[in-house]
């Protein structure tokens, strides 16, 4: 059996969604028919583009946007119900059927009843992860894949839910701390510019009146304003095209290579780029090392969630000399970039044999100090953001009042 995602009216004319397993597409109609309700589009539960009939896929641009892809909390969730009913003891396909049925979003109920439908096929639950690869990524699959082998699946998946759960909280938290300045920033561009567009060319109309020479402040403020009132569309299209030309530049290999080397050794970036590169490279490896994946396994699969390209380049040379038999502090010392701290904590850890909870302990203190790092930013950029708002308003307030001073003192 798979399972099918499907949007179908029922007698009112409601308009509903559902998953429902069966063998076919055609099946799949039939049962909505005995339900009393008119089929409008059905498609595999899947990330690609299903491989519904042609009358599915012709309904499905316009009709049945699934966003398929478990994103954030999600994941979490997922991840926390599957590890704790499985340690209750529940078969792995009953775990994710109860799983489907608690989840109130469409799009994760549908996802977690393609792998299940995977799994009743006979296949192991990382070879269904697989087939999802956007929401499941390398280092969720290898985890599963180890617990699996080793008959400890609830442990491993309770590992991994922590795992899954610290980084969510850690994101989440940097997200926040950006939040504010982001917002204070963009009112700031709309307060001054609304002031510009709306307000100075009713002051200019005055002034002009007067008949008298202008100082040059006022003089710029008016050409200022009135570039603005007849080149708006072009400056948001000028800023739109070289945000895309920069992305378009960085995508290509080379480039990308090249600025994430300098983003290593940038006096300003650099330690929050090696911090938060070393909290996501530390805390995977910790994690698949708990559970179980050879240490060279686990450095291949950790240095692929490494953000910057050079960084994770010298990574899989560090891989290599592992590989060859040399230690992991020493492969890790070749890469460099890593912060003392941590070459540190994985030495001590090789030597006492509790190479993962070292780990764990150094990814925690990176990431507290990316934290840290954003916060004190974020702290500075505040009372920035607050004297240039006002300088800008003083500016406009002077060009606008210097004229009328003069007035009353030639009066």
Request: some cysteine.
């Amino acid at each position: 059996m798979a399972a099918f995602e499907y949007t179908a009216l029922e007698a009112g004319g409601r308009r509903c969604k559902g998953v429902l397993e069966a063998d076919s597409v055609r099946q799949v109609r039939q049962l909505l028919r005995d339900q009393g309700l008119a089929p409008l589009a059905v498609e595999t539960a899947s990330e690609s583009s299903g491989n519904g009939t042609g009358r599915g896929r012709a309904n499905r641009a316009s009709i049945m946007q699934f966003q398929r892809r478990l994103r954030g909390l999600d994941r979490v969730l997922v991840t926390r119900q599957l590890a704790t009913l499985i340690g209750a003891g529940l078969p792995v396909e009953e775990a994710l059927d109860a799983v489907a049925k608690q989840s109130e979003k469409q799009h994760a109920a549908a996802l977690v009843m393609g792998i299940r439908s995977r799994v009743l096929e006979g296949r192991s639950l990382a070879s269904a992860l697989a087939d999802f690869p956007t929401s499941f990524n390398a280092l969720y699959r290898s985890t599963v894949a180890a617990g699996e082998q080793s008959g400890h699946l609830d442990r491993v998946l309770e590992n991994l839910a922590d795992y899954t759960e610290r980084q969510f909280e850690a994101w989440r938290n940097v997200e926040m701390a950006l939040l504010y300045p982001v917002v204070l920033l963009v009112l700031a561009m709309a307060i001054v510019g609304a002031l510009m567009v709306f307000v100075v060319p009713d002051m200019v109309r005055v002034l002009d009146n007067m008949g008298r020479e202008l100082p040059a402040v006022t003089q710029f403020l008016i050409g200022t304003s009135a570039f603005l009132q007849d080149w708006w569309w072009a400056l948001l299209l000028a800023a739109a095209a070289i945000a895309l030309g920069l992305e378009r530049l960085l995508r290509l290999p080379a480039l990308r290579l090249a600025w994430d080397r300098q983003k290593l050794n940038a006096p300003f970036f650099r330690r929050i780029v090696r911090a938060g590169n070393a909290a996501r490279y530390a805390n995977t490896l910790s994690i698949l090392n708990a559970s179980g994946v050879p240490l060279v396994d686990a450095m291949g699969i950790a240095s692929e969630v490494v953000a910057n390209t050079w960084l994770r380049r010298r990574l899989q040379g560090a891989t290599q000399r592992v590989k060859e038999g040399a230690s992991l502090r020493a492969g890790l010392d070749e890469a460099g970039h890593f912060p003392p701290m941590l070459m540190h904590m994985v030495a001590s850890g090789e030597a006492s044999g509790e190479l993962d909870v070292m780990l764990e302990r150094v990814a925690a203190h990176q990431q507290a100090e990316v934290e840290r790092i954003v916060g004190a930013l974020v702290a500075l950029f505040q009372p920035l953001m607050l004297l240039l708002m006002g300088g800008m308003v003083m500016f406009i307030v002077m060009a606008i009042l210097l004229p009328i001073l003069n007035m009353n003192q030639l009066v």
